[in-house]
Each structure stands twice: as C-alpha cells, then as structure tokens.
C-alpha cells in the first residue's frame, strides 16, 4: 500500500514537469519547411516554438505569431 502511494505521488508530481512538443508535417509548418528542402533559415527548435513564452502570451491577449514566434517580435 505504501509502494503504491509512493508510486502515485511521484506521478503526480512529474506530470507538472510534462511539456508537449509537435509539428506540422503534412503539409510542413513554416518553421519546419527547412526539413523539406525549402529554402528557408533553419529552426532547429521547431518543436518548442511557445510564442515567446506563457508570460508574453498572457500579455498579447493569447496571441501568437505566425510560426510560433512571440507575436511582438520581428516580421520577415
């Protein structure tokens, strides 16, 4: 019984540590095109683009950029 409180516990514990990661493949994200062979900068953390973060997200009224990107930030 103690094993399996334990067991629950860390569980719970970890599952605030959990952050999920994707992207588009069919058809590719933007800032995935470069895996694709478009001629495009390459980013290499296509996986973990947030929209500049939880906190720049609040503040833009949940907006994000196009690929991503904090919605503030540079345009190309």
Known sequence: MRKEIFNWFITIISL???HGHGRMEDPPARNA?????F???ANYDDVGLNCGGLSIQKANDGKCGICGDS????RA
Do not use: E
């Open 71 to 74: 919605y503030v930030g540079p």
């Open 16 to 18: 605030h540590h959990i």
């Open 33 to 37: 095109a470069w895996r694709y062979g």
């Open 39 to 41: 001629n495009v900068p």
